[in-house]
């Protein structure tokens, strides 16, 4: 698959595009990956999509080496993450909303971001700018303020990386399947990827939740 760049300015459009979707919930094919793949099924045959599911590829809690060591090892789950991650040029998360925020799950990938970030000779930072960040969250509660948590963390990463910020679409359930049922989400998952996607832009300057 062709590597793609984007500059800041201008995410990729049309066959130029490839989604990767990041399923980060402790239950498969559950309410978020149901509505996550309603909306893929509405991108055009020419863009591929890659799927990766958090429960089924073992990462360990990320722990930050940066002051500790000058060389980097990567495992091999991880190092297929991270390529999958800069081979997409729309990352999709998919997290269940988990007191008011993101997964473990996704929060753990989000955390060995940081990590590519600051491996010596990396150019991670650079490769992500231009990119499409997007989010698909399904909660127990109908009142969709309860995501701001999440759709806050997400726009602030695609912000900082430079990156375009697609939103997140919304979903209402709780037992399995019950996502099906909420008309407003399938409504909006039918041309979720086709809006548009503004370059994210942090309310005041500043960096990454890092210590």
Known sequence: ?????????????????????????????????????????????????????????????????????????????????????????????ASPLYWYTLSAQAKRYLDYWSGWLTVPGSDFEQRMAGRTLWGVTVMADPDEVRADGLVTTLHHTAAYLRMHFGGVLLGNGSRPGQVRNDDRAMVRAKDFFQQPTPLARMPVENGPAQS
């Open 1 to 93: 698959m062709t590597t793609h760049r984007a500059t800041p300015d201008a995410a990729p459009t049309g066959a130029d595009r490839s989604f990767l979707f990041v399923l980060a919930s402790s239950r498969s094919e559950g309410n978020t990956e149901i509505l996550a793949r309603t909306a893929a099924a509405q991108l055009p045959a020419d863009v591929p999509q890659h799927w990766v599911d958090l429960s089924r590829l073992p990462l360990p809690d990320f722990q930050d080496g940066r002051h500790e060591s000058d060389g980097w090892t990567p495992g091999e789950h991880e190092e297929e993450l991270r390529q999958a991650t800069l081979r997409a040029t729309d990352v999709v998360l």
